[in-house]
C-alpha cells in the first residue's frame, strides 16, 4: 500500500527533476540504473527453495511489477538468479544473512554484482503524477474515473486542465484495457436531458463503440449517444434482486437496459422505456443480444406519459393471453416424444409489481403521474386479489448530511409530487418510504433511492 512503501521505494520513484510541469510524456525521464546483488543458483531446480527462504529474510528484491528471477548475469548458459536488494552487498558476507551465507556455503548459491534497470514500466500512475504535476496539486490528483469497456471517462478540475493529456496518456499506459481517454466538458443532465455530454479525447482514437459485461449481461452501445455509469452495477444488482420471477416492471428510464437485461434472465417481465431514440435503439439490440425477449419488451415514450401508459398495458396484455413461452433445456433427440417437456408458458400478470425511475436529477418531479394510476381498477388488487399496488424505486440527489435532512428533504419532495406524506423507514410498511443511500456523487451530494409501495390514496384517485 501507498502508506507502506519502503525508503528504498520511495527513492526509486522519486521525481525526476526534468519532468517536473512538463506539458508531454518523457518516459525515458524515469529510467534509472539501481547497482545491487544477485544470487545465482548452481541448478534452476534450486530458484524455488531459495526464492522462498530469501524472501523470508526479506533480502529479494520485492517491487511491484518487478519480476525478481532474472538470467545469470555471468552468462551461464539458461541459468537463474534471484534479484536482492541493494543492502546486500556481494563483497561483504556479512550483510547477508545466516540463509545467504549457508546456501554460499554448500555451493547452491553465488552472490554476484547486478544492475537491476527501473524502467517507466515499474512507475504506479500516482508516481508518475507525482513527478510530473507542480506541488500545490499533488492533494487531489485525478485519480477517480468512469469506464465503458475500453474508454476512461474523466471530469477534470479547471487547475488540471493544462495536464490533461499527460494525465490522459499514463491513464493508458496504467491500465491495459483503457485504449481511449475522455473529458467531459458538459454537465450530464443538465445541458442534454438525454444525460449524454460532450466531451474532448485527450489520448487515443475516438472511438466511443463500447461493450461492457454486467450482472451476466452484455451491452454494445455508443458512448457518446446514451447515459452508462459502470459506478451503478451495485445498483442496478441491488435493485434486481426485488424483482420475482413473474412479476411485471416498469422501468420508466431504462437507458440500455441495466435493470431490464438482467431482470429477464431470471424470468421477469419488464417493460423497458427510454425517451432517448439512441437509448431505445440500443436497447433492441442488448435484448436481443442477452435473448430475453420473451419477457423484456422496449418503449420509446416520454417518462410522463409512460408511467400511466406502462399500467395500461400490462392489463391490456394480462387481458390477451400475452405470455411468454420459454423452451426447455436441450433433451436428446433420441428420447422417446411423450417424455421430452414441452415449452413452459408464463402469462403476464395484469399489475406491475414495480416501477424503477433511474433519473436522479429529476424522478421526482414524474411522480404525480401516479395519482390516479389505477383509478376504476380496485378489485384487481388487495384485498379483492393478493396482489399488492406497485413498488416505487426513484433515484434521486440530495444534499449530503450526517442529521435528517437530506431524508426530511426528499420526502417532502415525495409528498410534493403524490400529495401524500411518508415517513423514512420500511417501504412495506404503511405510509412509510425506505430510502438507501446510493453513492457519493460530490463533495456535498449524494445519490439515494426511495423506495415506497403506492399508497391506495394515490393509486385510486381521480386523474389530474
Given at each position: 500500500m501507498e502508506g507502506k512503501r519502503s525508503s528504498l521505494e520511495m527513492n526509486l520513484f522519486r521525481a525526476p527533476a526534468a519532468a517536473r510541469a512538463a506539458k508531454s510524456l518523457n518516459r525515458a525521464l524515469f529510467a534509472r540504473t539501481l547497482p545491487t546483488a544477485a544470487a545465482c543458483v548452481r541448478d534452476n531446480r534450486l530458484i524455488a527453495k531459495y526464492r522462498k527462504q530469501l524472501e523470508k529474510t526479506r533480502e529479494v528484491l520485492l517491487l511491484d511489477k518487478f519480476d525478481p528471477i532474472a538470467a545469470d548475469p555471468a552468462g551461464q548458459q539458461g541459468g537463474k538468479c534471484l534479484v536482492l536488494k541493494p543492502d546486500v552487498k556481494p563483497t561483504a558476507p556479512e550483510t547477508w544473512s545466516s540463509d545467504l551465507q549457508e546456501a554460499s556455503r554448500l555451493g547452491d548459491l553465488k552472490v554476484v554484482p547486478f544492475d537491476v534497470t527501473i524502467g517507466y514500466e515499474l512507475w504506479s500512475y500516482l508516481d508518475v503524477m507525482r513527478s510530473v504535476l507542480p506541488e500545490d496539486l499533488h492533494g487531489e490528483i485525478p485519480v477517480g474515473f468512469n469506464t465503458a469497456g475500453h474508454v476512461a471517462h474523466l471530469n477534470l478540475r479547471g487547475q488540471y486542465l493544462p495536464y490533461k493529456h499527460i494525465i490522459a496518456q499514463v491513464i493508458i499506459d496504467k491500465n491495459p484495457t483503457i485504449r481511449t481517454v475522455i473529458n467531459k466538458t458538459d454537465n450530464v443532465g443538465t445541458e442534454n436531458e438525454f444525460r449524454t455530454f460532450s466531451y474532448e479525447v485527450l489520448a487515443g482514437p475516438d472511438d466511443m463503440l463500447v461493450e461492457v459485461s454486467e450482472a451476466g449481461c452484455v451491452f454494445r452501445f455508443d458512448y457518446s449517444k446514451v447515459y452508462w455509469n459502470t459506478k451503478l452495477g451495485t445498483e442496478h444488482q441491488r435493485i434486481t434482486a426485488l424483482f420475482k420471477p413473474g412479476e411485471v416492471v416498469a422501468d420508466v428510464m431504462a437507458g440500455i437496459g441495466p435493470f431490464a437485461a438482467p431482470a429477464g434472465k431470471k424470468g421477469v417481465f419488464v417493460w423497458a422505456n427510454d425517451k432517448n431514440p439512441e437509448s431505445y435503439k440500443y436497447l433492441g439490440e442488448v435484448i436481443k443480444k442477452n435473448k430475453v425477449s420473451e419477457f423484456v419488451k422496449p418503449f420509446n415514450y416520454d417518462g410522463h406519459d409512460f408511467i400511466q401508459k406502462a399500467a395500461e398495458l400490462v392489463l391490456e396484455?394480462?387481458?390477451?393471453?400475452?405470455?411468454?413461452?420459454?423452451?426447455?433445456?436441450?433433451?436428446?433427440?433420441?428420447?422417446?416424444?411423450?417424455?421430452?417437456?414441452?415449452?413452459?408458458?408464463?402469462?403476464?400478470?395484469?399489475?406491475?409489481?414495480?416501477?424503477?425511475?433511474?433519473?436522479?436529477?429529476?424522478?421526482?418531479?414524474?411522480?404525480?403521474?401516479?395519482?390516479?394510476?389505477?383509478?376504476?381498477?380496485?378489485?384487481?388488487?388487495?384485498?379483492?386479489?393478493?396482489?399488492?399496488?406497485?413498488?416505487?424505486?426513484?433515484?434521486?440527489?440530495?444534499?449530503?448530511?450526517?442529521?435528517?435532512?437530506?431524508?426530511?428533504?426528499?420526502?417532502?419532495?415525495?409528498?410534493?409530487?403524490?400529495?401524500?406524506?411518508l415517513v423514512p423507514g420500511d417501504a412495506e410498511k404503511p405510509g412509510q418510504v425506505s430510502i438507501h443511500e446510493v453513492r457519493d456523487v460530490a463533495p456535498a451530494k449524494r445519490m439515494f433511492c426511495a423506495s415506497f409501495r403506492l399508497p391506495p390514496e394515490v393509486a385510486f384517485v381521480p386523474r389530474a
Open positions: 396484455a394480462s387481458q390477451r393471453g400475452d405470455c411468454a413461452v420459454v423452451k426447455p433445456a436441450k433433451v436428446s433427440r433420441s428420447a422417446p416424444p411423450a417424455t421430452r417437456p414441452q415449452p413452459v408458458r408464463i402469462p403476464v400478470p395484469p399489475t406491475v409489481s414495480h416501477f424503477v425511475m433511474n433519473l436522479p436529477a429529476s424522478a421526482l418531479e414524474f411522480l404525480h403521474n401516479y395519482r390516479g394510476l389505477y383509478r376504476g381498477h380496485e378489485k384487481l388488487f388487495t384485498p379483492h386479489t393478493e396482489a399488492e399496488l406497485p413498488m416505487v424505486h426513484a433515484h434521486c440527489f440530495a444534499a449530503k448530511g450526517d442529521d435528517a435532512t437530506p431524508l426530511d428533504d426528499i420526502c417532502q419532495r415525495i409528498c410534493n409530487g403524490i400529495g401524500v406524506r
